[in-house]
């Protein structure tokens, strides 16, 4: 969902076992000719909206091969994962997220709420168009928080989302080691922080908390595409989320309110860490941050919007951020924005 809540293509037609998955789970009379939708925007899976007489929904399947330049795989059981957190963090008090419908495992698909754009419009297309609200930022700092406070406090939440294939695939190497190998003289510090990534083990982390993944509601944020999900380091999530809106504040005209965006995600965030001591998970956050917009110039996953002078620029203060160590976020945004 998310970034692909935008207009509908042309219908285009599904395969048939999408169609048996709607009448197998009740969600259209059986033999109903639904409308089908492709939504646009996604890498990673296959998502449809699905027009039935009993109202819209929105059936997601994982792609095996990621639809990106590099040549990216990932398994597709991370659709159950996805499924897995929805359902966990959907019950988290001040947290929304789509609301769950059906799940068919065997067949890496299930269906969820159809959320229209004019009444949730995505977080990213919002600030692209000047929108941009430091309050709302301080309302997903807390949002993330309390998932984090939340999946660290769960017994079953270690076991339930042990899914370091999943996360190194998706993460781990495509956009860290894949950097650290386009940067040789910096491999050993983006490396390290890889490492450090892997091995710290607090809490529920969604894996791609970033603009295109939040929808501005009536109530608040909404959080979805959480196929990434994995029980491990809180920093990652923060820190990923983080270096969309630095990276954007070089390149917008309304660089002072995005600022003031990344302040208020951080400060909302950091306010309310219960589960480690919120410096530890600053210095992470910040290490991470600045080998993540690196990453964005040279991992396998290169932001669409930067220009050929956006990525030279960016690739010099990223570079320069790395090299630094550096342990605060501010002083982290300050390097990548100079």
Not at 180 to 195: E, F, G, K, V
Not at 208 to 236: M, R
């Amino acid at each position: 969902m998310g970034r692909n809540f935008g207009p509908c293509p042309a219908v285009s037609a599904p395969s048939p076992e999408l169609a048996d998955f709607l009448y197998e789970h009740e969600l259209a009379p059986d033999g109903e000719d639904c409308r089908w939708s492709a939504l646009t925007g996604g890498i990673s899976s296959e998502i449809w909206r699905v027009s039935t007489s009993r109202g819209d929904l929105c059936v997601k399947r994982a792609l095996a091969k990621l639809r990106v330049a590099s040549d990216w795989e990932a398994p597709v059981d991370r659709n159950a994962v996805e499924w897995n957190y929805l359902d966990f963090v959907g019950r988290i008090e001040g947290v929304r997220v789509p609301r769950l419908l059906a799940h068919d495992e065997p067949r890496g698909m299930f269906a969820m709420e159809f959320l229209p754009p004019e009444d949730h419009p995505v977080w990213k297309a919002r600030i692209f168009a000047g929108h941009v609200d430091p309050e709302f930022a301080g309302q997903v700092g807390r949002m993330i928080a309390a998932i984090h406070s939340a999946g660290a406090r769960d017994p079953q939440v270690p076991e339930r989302f042990a899914t370091d294939t999943n996360f190194d695939a998706l993460r781990i190497d495509p956009y860290l080691l894949t950097t650290a190998r386009a940067h040789p003289d910096l491999a050993p510090i983006i490396t390290q922080t890889a490492r450090l990534t892997q091995q710290t083990k607090r809490a529920l982390v969604h894996g791609d908390v970033s603009p295109k993944n939040i929808l501005c509601g009536p109530e608040g944020p909404v959080l979805i595409d959480a196929e990434t999900a994995w029980f491990g380091d809180p920093a990652f999530d923060l820190a990923f989320c983080l270096n969309h809106l630095a990276i954007k504040a070089r390149i917008l005209p309304h660089r002072d309110a995005l600022a003031g965006s990344f302040a208020a995600l951080t400060d909302a965030y950091l306010a309310n860490v219960d589960w480690e001591r919120p410096a530890d998970v600053e210095a992470r956050a910040a290490s991470l941050l600045a080998a993540l917009a690196l990453a964005r110039v040279d991992g396998k996953s290169p932001l669409e919007y930067l220009s050929d002078e956006d990525r030279v620029s960016l690739r010099k203060a990223a570079r320069d951020c790395v090299a630094a160590r550096v342990e605060r976020l501010s002083d982290a945004f300050a390097m990548l924005i100079a």
